[in-house]
């Protein structure tokens, strides 16, 4: 009953390095998503994807890359770390099907110090 | 393009209070409803959802009914408890509009309760 699963729980990175924030699910979605969630705020949408080896560009992009090599998969990749980029980072997949509700990861919290 | 407009917080209440949390969409298509929950240090769960017009959504004691007419999905709950202290989303999903790809979130609402 493991669901959306993402790692790490919490890291900190200094200006300059890079990351990656893995997520994999167990419920055979063909969708998924990142989002990031700033303190106050609504989540926004980073990245997502409709199926492996498709992705796209939600609202907030800049600074990420992502790939979707596998139905499981779906890792976020942060190159040359930002303090912009301090934020809380969920994962989330879905069905395709109108309707269907989309599934959430615990979260990753990010510090760019 | 879609959006969704959310009750602005942080909202505290005494426990059995009544509780109201407003939410009005903006759609190009007939989109699905959500409310999604966030306990402290959690991701989000779905509370209740309503996937067309003058449906209601149910769980836990919280309701909401998707309101086509006022573009609206209101969430209510007569008795609120402690243990509902938490943040609440309002969210949709429109796939008319080739978004079903995405849900669109409103901005939240805290909610606290005291005993």
């Known amino acids: 009953n493991a669901g959306v699963t993402q790692t790490p729980k919490f890291r900190i990175l200094k200006i300059g390095q890079s990351m990656t924030l893995q997520c994999t699910q167990d419920m055979n979605h063909n969708y998924m998503y990142w989002y990031r969630q700033d303190p106050g705020m609504g989540l926004k949408l980073i990245y997502y994807s409709v199926g492996a080896g498709i992705t796209d560009k939600g609202e907030v992009p800049n600074g990420y890359n992502v790939s979707r090599s596998t139905t499981e998969d779906f890792p976020l990749r942060l190159e040359l770390a930002a303090p912009s980029q301090t934020s809380v980072y969920f994962c989330?997949?879905?069905?395709?099907?109108?309707?269907?509700?989309?599934?959430f990861g615990q979260g990753t919290r990010l510090t760019v110090v | 393009g879609n959006s969704v407009t959310q009750m602005e917080g942080p909202v505290t209440l005494s426990e059995e209070a009544f509780l109201t949390i407003n939410c009005t969409y903006t759609a190009t298509g007939y989109p699905s409803l959500f409310w999604y929950v966030q306990y402290p240090g959690e991701g989000l769960q779905l509370l209740l959802k309503?996937?067309?017009?003058?449906d209601k959504g149910s769980n836990k004691g919280f309701e909401a009914t998707y309101r086509k007419e006022t573009t609206s999905f209101h969430l209510e709950k007569g008795s609120v408890q402690v243990s509902d202290s938490a943040v609440y989303f309002c969210a949709l999903r429109d796939i008319l509009a080739g978004s079903a790809r995405q849900l669109t979130f409103g901005s939240g609402t805290q909610l606290t309760v005291l005993p």
């Open positions: 989330a997949s879905s069905y395709s099907e109108d309707g269907t509700e989309a599934f």
């Open positions: 309503a996937t067309k017009a003058d």
